[in-house]
């Protein structure tokens, strides 16, 4: 039995880019941008910063919003309208092509933000950080319609290298819908939850600070100059999507430092000092040396080639596996695009598709002796009164991924959701496939290898542990 400690919220992320280049006398080169994650609470930029909700109201509006995901993810993969399409209403002006699925975002309890320099000279705005989605786009001037955000909307006026990115060009060709605009391509991009942005797609000097203070240009990084935003951003400049697809902030800075990122989330009810590392690069590699780090496959669907799809093979707890867990309940059809499993770091709680959930609330139920208390308030199945039990204890749970088994913590199983100690079970059910959220990646370090079709994996004593190794090589340099 695992010992409960304290409840770990979701995060926000206020990232600011460091470019990192191992000396040649390092054990291995590796270069890579380090940023670093905060928590909502405490990120002045973020909505829930000045936000006066309570505890409860803040764990329900997590679990609002990691519901509203799944839906629309759901929505996306189950659409069929074409592999990697987006539906629009049939009058607008923007003609489909292929580009990628996207997710709903919002600047609620589970989203993350970073800080992005682009221009000549910079100009620096905070986005929404997304790895369920591709473009990187920001509000742009002058806007036709645009919601309220923080800083002065990016102007491309103001920027000696902006230029718009022709209609007959391969970039163009990667966006889900775009439209003829005197040569050039104008893009209309969609999310599940049928909030959109629309403007020109184009390129600028991406700017990423070094650890000595000087900067590493990147030109030409495509982008969206929104000029007409609506739904669920407001509190951010914009969006930054980390999905797989060509024009992903990650896979166009790879040719530069290598296609990969990773990220280790800390104990983020501790001390508001504290921060999570977020990796990009071949010194992604570097930074998990010696943490034994196991590697499970990606999985590629062509319906929905934008998400990180994993192989789960099944769920133990304490051990054993769950009994009556069907096989092939976490099998990704490729002919339909239906079931499979999702990486996703913006969904709070994990989703379990129904035939593996309903088994695991079972055999959880039956070793749990604490006294059960009513969840459906906030949308929770399994909930438990802790309020005299000092020192509670929960069964562990294991994720079975190929290659990888994850035993999960307690508190990356169960979330104290009130300050009266009642504790809920952080996982819910679903229908369709299964989605991994990040109370469950908490404190494990996880190395997106997008270049070799691989999710490195390895839990860490403290996320801290990674921070102090990357400042200490940067004292190295």
Same mark, same amino acid.
């Given at each position: 039995m695992a010992a409960l400690g304290c409840w770990k919220t979701p995060v926000l992320v206020a990232a600011a880019f460091v470019l990192l280049f191992a000396s040649p006398s390092s054990a291995e080169r590796a270069k890579g941008i380090i940023?670093?994650?905060?928590?909502?609470?405490?990120?002045?930029?973020?909505?829930?910063?000045?936000?006066?909700?309570?505890?409860?109201?803040?764990?329900?509006?997590?679990?609002?919003?990691?519901?509203?995901?799944?839906?629309?993810?759901?929505?996306?993969?189950?659409?069929?309208?074409?592999?990697r399409g987006v539906p629009f209403d049939a009058a607008s002006e923007s003609t489909a092509r292929s580009g990628s699925f996207e997710t709903a975002v919002s600047p609620s309890p589970g989203s993350y933000i970073m800080s992005i320099s682009l221009g000549t000279p910079p100009q620096t705005r905070t986005a929404i950080v997304d790895t369920g989605s591709d473009l990187v786009w920001l509000q742009c001037a002058p806007c036709t319609s645009c919601y309220r955000q923080p800083d002065p909307v990016f102007d491309p006026s103001k920027s000696t290298t902006y230029?718009?990115?022709?209609?007959?060009?391969?970039?163009?060709?990667?966006?889900?819908?775009?439209?003829?605009?005197?040569g050039y391509c104008s893009y209309r991009y969609g999310y599940g939850d049928q909030s959109t942005t629309q403007g020109d797609f184009a390129l600028d000097t991406l700017t990423l600070t070094a650890v000595d203070g000087s900067t590493q240009s990147v030109p030409n990084f495509a982008f969206g100059c929104g000029h007409k935003n609506q739904g669920t951003f407001s509190g951010t400049d914009g969006l930054v999507g980390l999905g797989r697809g060509d024009v992903s902030f990650n896979e166009q800075i790879g040719e530069l430092i290598g296609s990969k990122f990773a990220y280790c989330l800390v104990d983020l009810? @501790?001390? /508001?000092?504290?921060?999570? %590392?977020?990796?990009?690069?071949? +010194?992604?590699?570097?930074?998990?040396?010696?943490?034994?780090?196991?590697?499970?496959?990606?999985?590629?669907?062509?319906?929905?080639?934008?998400?990180?799809?994993?192989?789960?093979? @099944?769920? /133990?707890?304490?051990?054993? %596996?769950?009994?009556?867990?069907? +096989?092939?309940?976490?099998?990704l059809d490729i002919l339909t695009g239906r079931g499979g499993v999702i990486l996703d770091s913006g969904t709070t709680i994990t989703h379990l598709v129904q035939s593996a959930y309903a088994p695991l609330l079972g055999a959880l139920q039956a070793l749990i002796a604490y006294p059960q208390v009513d969840g459906s308030q906030i949308g929770l199945d399994l909930c438990y009164d802790l309020s005299g039990v000092p020192s509670p204890s929960f069964p562990a749970v294991t994720l079975q991924f190929q290659g990888v088994d994850v035993v999960l913590p307690a508190n990356n199983v169960f979330l104290q959701v009130d300050n009266r100690g009642t504790t809920c079970l952080a996982f819910a059910g679903t229908s369709g496939f299964t989605i991994v959220g990040n109370i469950q990646q908490q404190n494990f370090y996880y190395l997106y290898d997008v270049e070799n079709e691989r999710v490195g994996i390895a839990p860490v004593d403290a996320c801290a542990s990674v921070s102090t190794k990357v400042a200490a090589a940067k004292d190295e340099l």
């Open positions: 940023a670093s994650l905060k928590h909502a609470d405490h990120h002045p930029d973020s909505p829930l910063h000045k936000s006066e909700a309570t505890f409860d109201e803040r764990v329900r509006n997590a679990m609002k919003g990691s519901s509203a995901r799944v839906a629309s993810i759901k929505n996306i993969v189950a659409s069929g309208i074409t592999p230029r718009k990115v022709r209609y007959f060009s391969y970039l163009c060709l990667q966006l889900p819908s775009v439209s003829y605009s005197g009810f @501790g001390s /508001a000092a504290e921060s999570s %590392p977020l990796i990009f690069g071949d +010194a992604a590699l570097w930074t998990a040396e010696g943490l034994g780090l196991r590697y499970t496959p990606l999985v590629r669907n062509p319906w929905a080639d934008t998400f990180y799809y994993v192989k789960l093979n @099944g769920i /133990a707890v304490n051990g054993q %596996p769950v009994a009556g867990i069907p +096989a092939g309940a976490f099998k």
